[in-house]
């Protein structure tokens, strides 16, 4: 293995959704709009990556379980409570996006209590380990933690690719840090809930001064600010926490791909593979 893709798949597919127009599209009766664009993405991706300066070797997309079925739900039951239950009308057309990604050559894996955070960075731990390069695919800033010397992470929505440089400037703090400043600063769209009164600037100024987040848990009362040190004394547990629920967990993930299976497709990327018929589809 020389370079892995991995896809954020379930990102991929609120996106395809969100878009709107596409959900009138039918094909005997299914609603197939969502997985008609989704195949668009997933087809300009692959050749978008195929034509660059290094085309991956492997690739993979992952797709998280349904939301009570994660780890971090047992873990935490507001984990992601509060957003609205998939649409029904999304969570059929799934079956046809991993069709599709598989026509297209694409391995595709779905864990029963890792979301794709988790195999992505589990993969990702793998690659680094064998010497490859890997380059990230996502608008998810939970996998800016893996950003490193030879991992990349594209966000396909603003067309950003993130270095370690890149990550630092958006946060404040390396990539190592990333998941320390969200335990400290909370994630409202996952909802972790961080610290009460601890926004993103504070959080960067006390990872800033003491390093990280167990070296400020551990010396709290040294915190100058009586505001800050009252907070952060006062809810340690849920501090760590918000922690555990950022963590990306790389070694508790299963790995149901083998190199041989993520090969990256070596024939011509067609997002209509799959045998629908475009007319089908209008």
Request: with cysteine.
């Amino acid at each position: 293995m020389k370079h892995l893709c991995v896809i954020d798949g379930s990102n991929m597919l609120h996106r395809a959704w969100a878009m709107g127009r596409p959900r009138q599209r039918e094909h005997d009766g299914l609603e197939v709009g969502a997985a008609w664009l989704f195949s668009q993405m997933l087809s300009k991706l692959l050749r978008r990556m195929t034509e660059g300066r290094l085309p991956p070797s492997h690739v993979a997309i992952f797709f998280d379980p349904s939301r009570e079925a994660s780890w971090r739900r047992e873990v935490f039951a507001q984990y992601k409570a509060h957003r609205d239950e998939m649409d029904p009308a999304l969570r059929a057309q799934i079956p046809l996006m991993k069709d599709c990604a598989r026509a297209m050559g694409v391995a595709e894996a779905t864990a029963p209590k890792h979301e794709a955070d988790d195999m992505i960075a589990a993969y990702v731990e793998d690659a680094v380990a064998q010497g490859a390069r890997a380059t990230i695919v996502s608008a998810d800033k939970d996998l800016m933690q893996l950003v490193r010397p030879g991992v990349l992470q594209i966000n396909p929505v603003s067309d950003a690719w993130f270095t370690e440089s890149g990550v630092e400037k958006k946060f404040g703090v390396p990539p190592q840090r990333v998941g320390d400043f969200l335990a400290l600063a909370g994630d409202a769209g996952d909802g972790v809930p961080g610290a009460p009164g601890i926004g993103p600037k504070t959080a960067v100024k006390l990872l800033n001064e003491f390093g990280d987040l167990a070296t400020l848990l551990a010396r709290c009362e040294d915190i100058e600010r009586k505001s800050w040190r009252k907070i952060i004394s006062e809810n340690k547990a849920q501090i760590r926490l918000s922690r555990m629920l950022v963590a990306l967990d790389a070694a508790g993930a299963p790995r149901p791909l083998g190199v041989d299976d993520m090969r990256a497709p070596t024939h011509g990327i067609n997002a209509s593979a799959h045998g629908w018929r475009e007319r089908d589809l209008v």
